[in-house]
């Protein structure tokens, strides 16, 4: 997720805003800029790579003195890593520039009208159509900055944290927000501007945290004017006491990457759909799809290779492909795939799931159905990896950076796309109503308001964990749409406590699993109102005759799980197929909160590595 800094004040900005941008590494980016006022013009200095690969280009660059400056940190959303597309980007005239985290969704509409007006573009980012239109506002309506900010901000659909400065008027620095965090640090007669507050913490413990809809005109010794973006009404800026230190901080307050990563799920599935799904008017827009819809519609049969949880995320698809789009669909370990002389003919699609987009198995996977002369479509998070690029064609899912090894919201937005994939072809393929698809639609909307809600048995949860944190082995139980669920739940447990937990398809127990059940063995069983449920209560019966502990994952309000389990987590209603987005939440959270219990180091557990570049 990009990171942004800006200073203005007294002192040097230089080594602020660069030490700031140091301190936002955690965010994870590809590359970083710094745009520094030095009197008279604004010198820009960028780079793909780090912060440190920055350091050494403004030496060489630009002059570093002057007393207000703006840097960035970017992870790739629109236009791959490198140095042009690097933050901040100048509006054509030279006289703005412009940091911004966060995503534009209409820019290539705007794009084209600023086009049309004879605007340039250097860069393939959304940022600079958002400057250049800042830009044209400011010259066409003859207003200053804060108020062409505002006009620009009204046009855009998206979200943002941004910081703009201009030549012009070097005593303010204009911000703004919407979904994208943005902390302004309050010193005597200087302002610090991040996307948290730990660059600035050694200055100033006083901070304004904008609220989304919000923008600021922050000016060098005279203060901050908040004001509301929609209707410019003033707002009384609320001050705080910062009470956190710098590890707190960076990982947003909670005590962990993992946690944190697993809270940001609600954020990170509306930030996967943005842009692409259109409830309302029942529309999908993907244009990696769009673009290449014949050779998904003509495939004989779709092949999914991943591994890991990508590889769980792609169990899932081929359960909601078969289902809405019917489309054959085989789940390939990438590692297995190479290396047995599969058939792949030139009818075959294959969907590529990666998180890092770096997984050596997987990117060797792609290039053997590559040469066999298969469509390869990718599904990953960061922006310009090896395999986004190794690909034909392909859909990010935009979660933002991953830090916890243990993969959670790549897992939950992996299937977002997934189901957005899947719901498209079964629309053009007519193989869905249009009641039933406008129903989906409206449904996976409703997602990160009921993960918000799944997560709110955080509390429960954790208690259910301090029960079953001695168990020496696990078992993990779905049908159906959840039976990948119970494997990655299963994975997760693994993976950060080191108990040995298996996952089950829950009718397949009684095929041998079923041996291992006493009254040790906790079983985690999804058992949701949609999906077998009755089948699944009789599996629970059969674990309860055998003395194993039941701990249901229930739909709310259930009561047949609940008389039956030793414990019951509940989740919200959804429709079946959306269900996994929801079962998740609470595996994740069990196994997070039993790894803290039992004192391991939950964000990087021993012998793994976030992203595995060797066979
Ligand atoms: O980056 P990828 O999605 O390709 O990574 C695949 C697996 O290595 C990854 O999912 C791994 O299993 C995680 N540690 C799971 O939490």
Redesign the pocket.
């Known amino acids: 997720m990009c990171g942004i800094v800006g200073y203005i004040g007294e002192r040097e900005a230089y080594p602020i805003v660069l030490e700031g941008l140091k301190r936002l590494e955690y965010r994870g980016y590809d590359s970083a800029g710094i745009a520094l006022y030095d009197g008279q013009d604004i010198k820009l200095s960028k780079t793909k790579g780090k912060v440190m690969d920055l350091e050494a280009r403004v030496d060489q660059e630009i002059e570093t003195n002057g007393t207000v400056g703006i840097g960035h940190t970017r992870w790739a959303t629109h236009g791959v890593p490198n140095d042009v597309n690097s933050h901040p980007h100048y509006s054509n005239s030279g006289d703005l520039v412009i940091i911004h985290n966060g995503i534009i969704e209409n820019y290539e509409s705007l794009k084209q009208e600023l086009i049309k007006r004879g605007y340039i573009f250097k860069s393939d980012t959304d940022t600079e159509v958002l400057i250049n239109l800042i830009e044209d506002v400011k010259k066409n309506e003859n207003v200053k900055l804060g108020k062409a900010v505002q006009i620009a901000l009204n046009q855009v659909i998206g979200a943002y944290a941004i910081a703009v400065f201009d030549k012009n008027k070097p005593n303010e620095i204009v911000v703004a927000k919407l979904g994208s965090p943005l902390a302004i640090g309050i010193g005597e007669n200087e302002f610090f501007i991040a996307s948290d507050a730990t660059p600035f913490l050694e200055y100033t413990k006083k901070a304004i945290y904008l609220e989304d809809e919000e923008m600021a005109i922050v000016r060098r010794k005279k203060g901050v004017k908040i004001r509301k973006i929609k209707n410019d009404s003033l707002v009384a800026p609320y001050i705080q006491e910062l009470q956190m230190n710098l590890e707190q901080i960076v990982k947003g307050g909670y005590e962990h990457f993992m946690l944190k990563e697993i809270y940001e799920q609600p954020h990170a599935i509306k930030d996967t759909y943005r842009g692409r799904l259109r409830a309302k008017q029942g529309i999908i827009k993907m244009s990696g799809i769009d673009d290449n819809i014949e050779k998904f519609l003509n495939a004989n049969r779709i092949i999914v290779i991943?591994?890991?949880?990508?590889?769980h995320a792609g169990l899932v698809a081929e359960y909601i492909f078969e289902d809405l789009a019917r489309i054959p669909v085989e789940v390939e370990y990438a590692s297995e795939f190479r290396y047995r002389n599969p058939i792949i003919t030139e009818k075959d699609v294959v969907i590529a799931?990666?998180?890092?987009?770096?997984?050596a198995d997987?990117l060797a996977a792609i290039k053997l159905a590559k040469s066999k002369g298969a469509f390869v479509f990718g599904v990953c998070?960061v922006v310009g990896s090896s395999?986004a690029r190794e690909t034909h064609a392909g859909a990010y899912t935009h979660a933002g950076p991953e830090i916890g090894?243990?993969?959670?919201k790549?897992?939950t937005t992996q299937i977002t796309v997934l189901t957005l994939i899947a719901l498209k072809l079964a629309k053009e393929k007519g193989s869905i109503s249009n009641s039933k698809f406008h129903l989906h639609l409206q449904e996976l909307e409703l997602i990160p308001s009921k993960v918000e809600q799944a997560l709110k048995s955080d509390p429960h949860i954790k208690i259910v964990a301090e029960t079953y944190k001695e168990a020496k082995n696990c078992l993990y139980l779905g049908r159906g749409f959840n039976f990948p669920v119970a494997l990655e739940g299963a994975?997760?447990l693994k993976?950060i406590s080191y108990i040995h937990a298996e996952g089950y398809p829950a009718a397949e127990m009684k095929h041998g699993p079923i041996a291992l059940i006493d009254e040790h063995m906790p079983v985690f069983v999804i058992a949701t109102k949609k999906g077998h449920y009755e089948k699944v209560v009789s599996n629970i019966q059969e674990i309860k005759s055998r003395k194993g502990k039941i701990i249901g994952i229930v739909t709310e309000g259930d009561t047949d799980v609940k008389n039956l389990a030793d414990h019951i987590i509940e989740v919200p209603e959804t429709l079946e197929i959306l269900t996994p987005l929801l079962t998740t939440i609470p595996l994740q959270l069990l196994s997070y909160h039993i790894a803290v219990l039992l004192d391991k180091n939950v964000d990087q557990p021993r012998n793994?590595a976030?992203?595995?570049t060797v066979e």
Do not use: H
């Open positions: 991943a591994c890991g949880t990508s590889w799931i990666s998180q890092s987009g770096e997984t997987t998070n395999i090894v243990a993969s959670t790549a897992f994975l997760k993976e793994l976030k992203s595995v």
